[in-house]
């Protein structure tokens, strides 16, 4: 079974804590969000080994062996249109766990009014496939396994 690794440092919430219907109601997809720790810039990094179908300023799809993985970096930050984002890599390049995705400042996004929280999505699965996930309220550090995927 795959391991989910933590893109960033943070505090596990359940998508049901996400300030965000879509994300809240699960419909885009089971898994777990983060608010993020610390005051400074943030590395987003790979949470697994895979190909980046879709790369955002405030977003990304990494299609690993047998299902999608989405990291969205905040709520409602695409309406900053790439402002305070800054990219490490493109989309369609082949990635490896831990690889530098996107630096931004989760701190100036709340700031701004916005939510930092970052869900963190399995693509086109149930729920039931997802092992082994953290309790809400855990800090995770980059690169600690979230979940496993069966």
Not at 8 to 36: C, I, K, W
Not at 60 to 88: M, P, R, S, Y
Request: hydrophobic residues 45%.
């Amino acid at each position: 079974m795959p391991s989910i690794l933590s893109p960033l440092d943070g505090t596990l919430m359940t998508l049901s804590e996400v300030p965000d219907p879509v994300f809240a109601q699960g419909l885009v997809g089971p898994g777990v969000a983060l608010q993020p720790t610390g005051d400074g810039d943030v590395t987003a990094v790979a949470p697994v080994a895979g190909r980046i179908v879709k790369l955002h300023p405030h977003a990304f799809v990494l299609q690993a062996d047998g299902f999608g993985v989405l990291v969205h970096l905040g709520i409602d930050t695409v309406q900053l249109e790439g402002e305070g984002f800054t990219l490490h890599t493109e989309e369609g390049a082949e990635v490896s766990v831990g690889d530098k995705l996107i630096t931004w400042n989760p701190a100036r996004i709340a700031e701004g009014g916005r939510s930092a929280v970052c869900p963190i999505i399995i693509l086109d699965t149930t729920p039931d496939k997802l092992g082994g996930v953290a309790a809400a309220g855990t800090s995770v550090n980059s690169g600690d396994q979230l979940f496993t995927v069966a």
